[in-house]
């Protein structure tokens, strides 16, 4: 009987064990679906944008909405009419308005263009 209970508790350690190191670990290759959406876009802006926001990345307010023509100077006119995310970020202007907003796809995080700010 205690060769049964050794040769069971044994058998559940190692499938313990084998499952355990099995599960990939996450490396530092990080692909853009396990990054936040703004900082993905925000390494894609020109790095003359970059200066002109306050703080960093991590400030900006993100969103879904449906991108309409008169939500910007749109230039891949592909998106229009489809859901995409709105990124409103901060800048350091001291008159108003004092934020940037771009947008970019759900699928891929790719930047597609600056939105318009009131």
């Known amino acids: 009987m205690k060769k049964i209970i050794l040769f069971?508790?044994?058998s559940v350690?190692?499938?313990g064990l084998f499952s355990a190191c099995s599960n990939p670990k996450e490396s530092n290759n990080t692909t853009s679906d396990q990054r936040d959406v703004r900082e993905v876009v925000?390494?894609?802006l020109k790095t003359k944008d970059k200066e002109l926001i306050k703080g960093t990345w991590k400030?900006?307010?993100m969103r879904k909405?449906?991108?309409t023509e008169?939500?910007?100077n749109i230039s891949d006119k592909s998106y229009i009419g489809k859901e995409v995310y709105l990124i409103d970020f901060p800048t350091k202007s001291i008159?108003?308005?004092n934020n940037m907003i771009v947008y970019a796809s759900l699928d891929d995080y790719k930047f597609i263009d600056y939105g318009l700010v009131d």
Do not use: K, R, W
């Open 95 to 97: 008159s108003e308005p």
């Open 8 to 10: 069971i508790f044994s």
């Open 42 to 44: 925000y390494n894609q």
């Open 70 to 72: 008169i939500m910007g």
């Open 65 to 67: 909405i449906t991108l």
């Open 59 to 61: 400030d900006g307010e």
């Open 13 to 15: 350690l190692l499938i």
